[in-house]
Structure formats: structure tokens, C-alpha cells
């Protein structure tokens, strides 16, 4: 079965343009969660669904984060407008239920 | 709040044994997970073990858990330089979806 599979794998962008993130779970996984990874803060979750609906996205940084689940294929976090200090990787990840988690490869994002 | 507190750096040298250690605070933790990061990659689960276990062993990992001091370490056997890597303790309570992660070791094994 394929892993959780995101794109862009790396994004350059310059500050002020608006970025989108995109996430595929494994199918049949019904949960997924937005982290971010960075030096300073380490892992942090953004966002978690469960059956396509947000349930705690109190992680969320600001209100130029926002995250979508259409549907149980497809996720998409987007930043507008993007700051330097939202460099990081993103990563999404999904499970089947809430105890065992797999981690997609990564978006990383930098903003200049 | 929870917290898992990990130390940052490990170095080894190729062919030892390798023990990264890891303390947690939550006591109605369910599940603990060591995740293994290597550079410019994704995190990959590696093991887990229930709380109502004291040790397993999968291979050339064995992770032991002392649920009385929260303490869980991961034994790398024959440690490889493949094994070099970011190594993440993680917790969870069961019927909950927040994970813990700890700050990650850097485990970097010496030909």
C-alpha cells in the first residue's frame, strides 16, 4: 500500500505569496493530522480530522493558516499570505485510529 | 501538561550497541512509539509498545519500559551506520489523538 504522500516535496516562495500543501493518506485511514517541524519549536500539531472533519485545530498558528479535507482522499494546508518565520517542513500524517500514526516525507517550505 | 524529554545527541561507534533513552510524564499513557527520522525524509514508525508491557524486542530493537519511573529506551543491537539518524519518542492515550513527541536524539554512529 502507498504511504501518506504530500507535494510540493520543497517550496521556495517569496513572503506575502500565498503557498498550499497537499496531502493523499493511505486509504482507508480515517484520521489526519497537519505537523510542522522546525529547530526551534520542534514537532507541532496544526490541525487533526477525523472523518474528513476538523476537530482540534487549535494549533493552527494564525489566522493565514487554513486547512481543508474535501474529502477522505485529499488535504491541503495553506498559508496566505506566507512569512519567513513559517519556513519549516510540514508534514502530514495519517492513521486508521487515533493510536498509530504514519508520517508522509515532508513538505519543506521556505520563504524568502 | 504532558511532556516527553529526550536527550539531544548520541554517538556510537559501528558495531556497538546504541540506547536512547526517554522520559514521559503522562501517566495514563497507552501507547509509547520510538519514530525514526533520517535526513530529508519523513518520520518512520520503527516500534511501539502497550503500556502494559515491559519489554520487546523486534529484531535488532529492543525497547524496555519502566512504567513506574516513565522511562522508555530503545536498544539498538550491531549498530550500523545506516542507523544514523534522528530518533523520536512519542506517546499516546488510547481514544485520544494527541501524540507527544519528545525533542528527537541524534544518534550519529562512527565507522
Known amino acids: 500500500d502507498a504511504g501518506v504522500i504530500q507535494s510540493p516535496r520543497h517550496e521556495v516562495t517569496e513572503m506575502g505569496q500565498e503557498v498550499t500543501l497537499r496531502c493523499k493518506p493511505i486509504?482507508?485511514?480515517?484520521?489526519l493530522f497537519w505537523y510542522r517541524q522546525t529547530m526551534m519549536r520542534g514537532l507541532e500539531l496544526l490541525i487533526y480530522?477525523?472523518?474528513?472533519?476538523?476537530?482540534?485545530d487549535s494549533g493552527m498558528p494564525e489566522d493565514r493558516f487554513s486547512a481543508k479535507m474535501p474529502n477522505a482522499s485529499f488535504s491541503t494546508l495553506k498559508i496566505q499570505p506566507s512569512e519567513p518565520r513559517d519556513s519549516a517542513v510540514y508534514f502530514c500524517?495519517?492513521?486508521?485510529?487515533?493510536?498509530?500514526?504514519?508520517f508522509g516525507e515532508g513538505s519543506w517550505l521556505t520563504v524568502v | 501538561g504532558e511532556d516527553v524529554e529526550q536527550s539531544l545527541f548520541l554517538s556510537v561507534r559501528e558495531g556497538d550497541s546504541s540506547v536512547i533513552n526517554c522520559t514521559y510524564t503522562?501517566?495514563?499513557?497507552?501507547?509509547l512509539y520510538w519514530y525514526k527520522q533520517e535526513p530529508g525524509a519523513g518520520l518512520q514508525l520503527l516500534t511501539y509498545i502497550f503500556s502494559n508491557m515491559d519489554m520487546k524486542q523486534d529484531q535488532r530493537l529492543t525497547v524496555l519500559l519502566n512504567k513506574k519511573d516513565k522511562h522508555l529506551s530503545l536498544r539498538i543491537a550491531d549498530t550500523q551506520t545506516g542507523d544514523s539518524a534522528i530518533y523520536f519518542c512519542?506517546?499516546?492515550?488510547?481514544?485520544?489523538?494527541?501524540?507527544?513527541f519528545g525533542t528527537g536524539t541524534r544518534l550519529k554512529v562512527l565507522a
Open positions: 512519542a506517546e499516546s492515550t488510547s481514544g485520544t489523538y494527541k501524540y507527544i
Open positions: 480530522f477525523n472523518n474528513n472533519v476538523p476537530i482540534d
Open positions: 486509504s482507508g485511514h480515517n484520521s
Open positions: 503522562d501517566s495514563s499513557s497507552t501507547y
Open positions: 500524517a495519517s492513521s486508521r485510529s487515533p493510536d498509530t500514526i504514519y
